[in-house]
């Protein structure tokens, strides 16, 4: 069986995305239980559209119910869970073991994928999961690949193992953080996180008010908040090979054009896998897809023993940015909205999935829909009208490069 590309979906419009560029599962959160409460997460009515969406296409929908849980959140989590039991839902993701129980006890058949904030870093822990009935581990983003083999030998083989591959990573352990609550009120661990880790912090010695000391970094890190992002695009083989069930995205909160990137460049990399399992060497452009979006410094987190995980700014960079999205296309003619300002005579590269993937165009004709010319594209959401003969699709991306890597 094929390692499955699971992609996060903040919103409609980002489900529809990693869709097209090739995923093959993804996870969302509806309106309360989940640790992205910031995003625009999805109503009753939604989720049901949502999953028939899925579905109709030969996809997979799992849903966060990752909070942390007092008693007064049992009873509700667990009706909600038997909605989506109902619904169609292909499992839920949970950290909590009091909701896991009360899962297991009221919705037995649907499945359970415990949450990496459950941080299972051992055999044994995965084990004892497993008896609880989970039948997914995501596991913990401390493990390495080495310690995934032995969970994978350790467990049932029906039971699955999920890994982040990409996207940024928490510096508290499994993403377990208190940071949050403490300097804003907003909990973390209840959806609510305020992303403190990422503010810039200087220090001051209590008796000398005022005097503030920057935070600086040696060979060995900052000891201080700022983590780097994972990237594990070059190094799927051996993830597959330590026996990892799903590939995953992080990016609820992000940017529908981060997450096509980043699906479209996992999706071919993937691809290009199963079409060469022995020899497999990303490609150089496959290898340079993660600088285009916004990005922090990368890594490979722990899968290669202890990370170097801190950054000395959390401020992203890119090379790319997008400019239009493709809404239509028919004999020629390419309408499309725009995003960001471009203009005539501006060479744009094509994100695709489909064949026309890092070909240019450049824009030599371009006309609003009532046949006036545009030579500069700087009304947002405006829709216009392309002409190429490249083959585009309906949701494809043109970007224009920013700076050079």
Not at 9 to 18: H, S, V, W
Not at 294 to 310: C, D, L, M, P
Request: aromatic share 10%; net charge neutral; hydrophobic share 35%.
């Amino acid at each position: 069986m094929k390692a499955e590309l699971l992609a996060p979906a903040g919103n409609r419009e980002k489900l529809e995305t990693a869709l097209h560029f090739g995923a093959d599962a993804v996870y969302l959160a509806g309106k309360d239980f989940g640790l992205r409460s910031y995003c625009d997460n999805f109503d009753n009515d939604r989720m049901l559209d949502a999953i028939a969406f899925c579905h109709s296409r030969g996809k997979k929908v799992y849903v966060t119910l990752n909070i942390y849980a007092y008693d007064s959140d049992l009873l509700p989590v667990t009706e909600y869970a038997e909605f989506l039991y109902k619904s169609g839902a292909d499992g839920v993701i949970v950290s909590d073991a009091g909701i896991i129980s009360c899962l297991r006890e009221r919705v037995p058949k649907l499945p359970v994928h415990l949450s990496t904030q459950a941080n299972a870093t051992n055999s044994a822990a995965a084990v004892f999961w497993a008896k609880q009935g989970v039948n997914r581990i995501v596991l913990a983003r401390e493990v390495s690949l080495d310690n995934i083999k032995r969970i994978r030998d350790a467990l049932p083989s029906d039971v699955e193992i999920e890994a982040f591959v990409h996207g940024a990573m928490c510096v508290a352990y499994s993403g377990r953080c208190l940071l949050s609550a403490v300097t804003t009120g907003r909990c973390g661990n209840r959806g609510e996180c305020a992303q403190s880790c990422r503010w810039e912090y200087a220090l001051m010695e209590k008796t000398r008010e005022g005097e503030y000391f920057p935070v600086s970094e040696d060979k060995r890190g900052t000891y201080i908040l700022n983590s780097k992002d994972l990237n594990m695009l070059p190094h799927i083989d051996k993830l597959i090979g330590a026996g990892v069930t799903s590939l995953k995205i992080e990016g609820r909160a992000k940017t529908s054009y981060y997450l096509a990137t980043a699906v479209n460049a996992y999706r071919r990399a993937l691809d290009f896998y199963y079409a060469n399992p022995d020899q497999f060497e990303l490609p150089d452009n496959l290898r340079d897809e993660p600088f285009k979006t916004s990005h922090r410094k990368f890594n490979t987190g722990f899968y290669f023993g202890q990370a170097e995980q801190y950054t000395e700014s959390a401020k992203p960079e890119q090379t790319c940015e997008m400019v239009a999205v493709i809404k239509s296309v028919a004999n020629g003619s390419v309408v499309i909205e725009q995003r960001n300002r471009f203009k005539a005579g501006d060479e744009l590269e094509i994100l695709s999935a489909g064949e026309s993937f890092g070909k240019t165009v450049k824009v030599t004709e371009l006309t609003d829909l009532g046949g006036e010319k545009v030579f500069d594209a700087k009304n947002v959401q405006q829709h216009l009208i392309l002409t190429t003969d490249l083959k585009l699709y309906e949701g494809d991306i043109l970007r224009k490069r920013t700076e050079k890597r």
